[in-house]
């Protein structure tokens, strides 16, 4: 029988199969919350004060929360943040090249994908389309694209060092003819039910379509596209939904589920934008609060920021910090780093500690190998924006921004039981 974990690990492959795009995804978290109860909102209308679960979605970011029974202007929130984006390919504008009879699509590197990890695979296009009317339109394609790789009779030396040129290698095809005679955007205007002349701009990106599975000789291991950062969306929206019931007057649970982390974060829907800022102000506003009061609250307010992190590669034990070696299995992760590219300190930590305890699940903690300079996370940017105490965590992975990530099955089950524990204050 399968344990709550493989059961987990399953719903999130659902969950990542739904979200080939940060527009789906933040699209499939409401469609979700909306069944557990939740009423989904348009920033444009005015908000309800009244206890309840409510979200509300701004392009490719989904923001939800839980309004208990007795709240007040001095309430404080609980926020897990997350991205609902992942290292990729952006669909570029005049979209539709090739040579020598094949048809090409033009594709922009986003963020820091394994370029190789990507090829000989069948891919598909996601995203929106919006018309001249303004309307957007959710699209994604079956298989259609794929990276082939130059054989290896033509490339003797290719297993001495693969050297991928971004502008000149990495072109997918998707048919054969003459460019002049295909339209690759007209093909996804079909597909979503548009007139392809109606199309005034789009944000579309490439997703691999080979379906999540757990494997292993005991089913350990769960592999997947897209994990970081899914794997942390699919837990806070898990977490919140049980959360709709339970919830006590102690705090307003919160998920913050931004776009564009992989490229910054500099939007109006990424974690250096205002999109969280004016939720809580405006969760605030309908509770009575004040602006000294709303700070008040922030002051004993939590932020974590759940993100994936590494697990030791067994390949490359140098790579890794000699002491703190996580391994999958072995729980969520503690992000830990001097420089504040993690916002952990010494309270966050013992939070953390007190969390996984009250949730009988273990963690690690993950700091850096001094020599090799570790990404950063939502977690300093929200902290420095808005002065919440932040700790960053995430599930461990091996083959971080692969197009196929690999997770273990039990630590994004753990994740939700944290966060869990966490929402409920």
Same mark, same amino acid.
């Given at each position: #029988? %399968?344990?709550?974990?493989?059961?987990?690990?399953?719903?999130?492959?659902?969950?990542? #199969?739904?979200?080939?795009?940060?527009?789906?995804?933040?699209?499939?978290?409401?469609?979700?919350?909306?069944?557990?109860?939740?009423? $989904?909102?348009?920033?444009?209308?005015?908000?309800?004060?009244?206890?309840?679960?409510?979200?509300?979605?701004?392009?490719?970011?989904?923001?939800?929360?839980?309004?208990?029974?007795?709240?007040?202007?001095?309430?404080?929130?609980?926020?897990?943040?997350?991205?609902?984006?992942?290292?990729?390919?952006?669909?570029?504008?005049?979209?539709?090249?090739?040579?020598?009879?094949? &048809?090409?699509?033009?594709?922009?590197?986003?963020?820091?994908? #394994?370029?190789?990890?990507?090829? !000989? /695979?069948?891919?598909?296009?996601?995203? /929106?389309?919006?018309?001249?009317?303004?309307?957007?339109?959710? $699209?994604?394609?079956?298989?259609?694209?794929?990276?082939?790789?130059?054989?290896?009779?033509?490339?003797?030396?290719?297993?001495?060092?693969?050297?991928?040129?971004?502008?000149?290698? #990495?072109?997918?095809?998707?048919?054969?003819?003459?460019?002049?005679?295909?339209?690759?955007?007209?093909?996804?205007?079909?597909?979503?039910? $548009?007139?392809?002349?109606?199309?005034?701009? *789009?944000?579309?990106?490439?997703?691999?379509?080979?379906?999540?599975?757990?494997?292993?000789?005991?089913?350990?291991?769960?592999?997947?596209?897209?994990?970081?950062?899914?794997?942390?969306?699919?837990?806070?929206?898990?977490?919140?939904?049980?959360?709709?019931?339970?919830?006590? @007057?102690?705090?307003?649970?919160?998920?913050?589920?931004?776009?564009? @982390?992989?490229?910054?974060?500099?939007?109006?829907?990424?974690?250096?934008? %205002?999109?969280?800022?004016?939720? &809580?102000?405006?969760?605030?506003?309908? &509770?009575?609060?004040?602006?000294? @009061?709303?700070?008040?609250?922030?002051?004993?307010?939590?932020?974590?920021?759940?993100?994936?992190?590494?697990?030791?590669?067994?390949?490359?034990?140098?790579?890794?910090?000699?002491?703190?070696?996580?391994?999958?299995?072995?729980?969520?992760?503690?992000?830990?780093?001097?420089?504040?590219? *993690?916002?952990?300190?010494?309270?966050?930590?013992?939070?953390?500690?007190?969390?996984?305890?009250?949730?009988?699940?273990? *963690?690690? @903690?993950? $700091?850096?190998?001094?020599?090799?300079?570790?990404?950063?996370?939502?977690?300093?940017?929200?902290?420095?924006?808005?002065?919440?105490?932040?700790?960053?965590?995430?599930?461990?992975?091996?083959?971080?921004?692969?197009?196929?990530?690999?997770?273990?099955?039990? !630590?994004?089950?753990?994740?939700?039981?944290?966060?869990?524990?966490?929402?409920?204050?």
């Amino acid at each position: #029988m %399968p344990t709550a974990a493989h059961l987990h690990a399953l719903d999130l492959g659902r969950f990542v #199969m739904a979200s080939p795009s940060s527009f789906h995804a933040a699209r499939e978290g409401a469609r979700r919350l909306e069944e557990g109860g939740f009423r $989904v909102l348009s920033e444009a209308d005015e908000w309800p004060a009244a206890p309840g679960g409510y979200a509300v979605v701004r392009d490719g970011a989904l923001i939800a929360w839980v309004i208990p029974d007795g709240t007040g202007p001095l309430t404080p929130f609980r926020i897990l943040g997350a991205h609902t984006d992942s290292p990729s390919f952006k669909l570029k504008p005049k979209p539709t090249t090739g040579a020598h009879g094949w &048809l090409q699509a033009g594709v922009e590197v986003y963020g820091g994908p #394994m370029l190789n990890s990507w090829l !000989d /695979r069948e891919l598909r296009l996601a995203g /929106r389309l919006v018309t001249v009317d303004g309307a957007e339109h959710l $699209v994604a394609s079956g298989p259609l694209l794929r990276f082939p790789q130059l054989a290896i009779h033509l490339d003797r030396a290719v297993n001495d060092g693969l050297t991928l040129d971004r502008q000149r290698h #990495m072109n997918p095809v998707w048919g054969l003819g003459n460019p002049a005679g295909a339209d690759l955007l007209g093909v996804l205007a079909e597909l979503a039910g $548009v007139d392809p002349g109606e199309v005034g701009g *789009y944000d579309l990106v490439v997703a691999d379509t080979q379906e999540p599975a757990v494997f292993g000789s005991e089913g350990e291991f769960f592999a997947s596209g897209r994990l970081d950062n899914l794997s942390s969306v699919h837990a806070g929206v898990t977490a919140l939904v049980r959360a709709l019931d339970g919830a006590r @007057e102690t705090a307003i649970p919160v998920l913050a589920a931004f776009d564009h @982390e992989e490229v910054g974060s500099s939007a109006r829907s990424g974690a250096c934008g %205002p999109f969280l800022e004016d939720v &809580l102000a405006r969760i605030g506003d309908v &509770l009575g609060a004040t602006a000294t @009061e709303r700070r008040r609250a922030f002051a004993a307010s939590w932020h974590v920021s759940a993100d994936a992190g590494h697990a030791i590669h067994p390949n490359y034990p140098e790579k890794h910090d000699p002491a703190n070696r996580p391994v999958l299995n072995g729980g969520p992760l503690l992000k830990i780093n001097a420089q504040q590219r *993690y916002a952990t300190d010494a309270a966050g930590a013992a939070l953390w500690a007190r969390l996984c305890a009250e949730a009988e699940v273990p *963690y690690q @903690e993950f $700091v850096s190998n001094n020599d090799v300079p570790c990404g950063s996370t939502i977690g300093p940017l929200t902290a420095t924006r808005l002065g919440i105490r932040t700790v960053d965590v995430g599930v461990p992975l091996l083959s971080m921004h692969s197009a196929r990530e690999l997770a273990g099955v039990q !630590d994004p089950w753990r994740l939700a039981l944290v966060a869990e524990r966490f929402f409920a204050g």
